[in-house]
């Protein structure tokens, strides 16, 4: 089966960090380009980070650029999202989620595969 498994969540305080882990199942990640997205209540879906493995480029939003860090391990077939310096704006459910060709971080639509979401808690 298919599978996307999204964990690392939990609380953390504001200017702390923390990994969040995307491991894939029953597909092979090198050929995805995949993506972090994150929801807060009340507000719509927001693209976070995306990693194109075919060429290795990144992309990031702009509340993510210099804080959150991105990245892939092919033999794992797993992608991390490395979150420093959070605050309590960033506190929200994170998700996984894939599209087989570009990163799309303005489409969620456009993913083929979601894994559950993973909470991140971020304190004053």
């Known amino acids: 089966d298919v599978q996307l498994q999204a964990s690392g969540g939990g609380l953390v305080q504001a200017g702390g960090s923390l990994t969040l882990t995307c491991a894939a199942s029953g597909f092979d990640l090198d050929y995805f380009s995949v993506h972090w997205w994150r929801q807060a209540p009340g507000k719509e879906r927001e693209g976070v980070s995306c990693?194109?493995?075919?060429?290795?480029?990144?992309y990031d939003a702009n509340f993510a650029r210099g804080r959150f860090t991105i990245s892939s391990d092919k033999v794992k077939n797993t992608v991390y999202l490395l979150m420093n310096d959070l605050t309590p704006e960033d506190t929200a459910v994170y998700y996984c989620?894939?599209?087989?060709?570009?990163?799309?971080?303005?489409?969620?639509?456009?993913?083929?595969?979601w894994g559950k979401g993973t909470l991140v808690t971020v304190s004053s």
């Open positions: 990693i194109n493995n075919s060429n290795d480029r990144k």
């Open positions: 989620a894939t599209d087989p060709y570009a990163c799309l971080l303005s489409d969620a639509g456009a993913m083929d595969h």
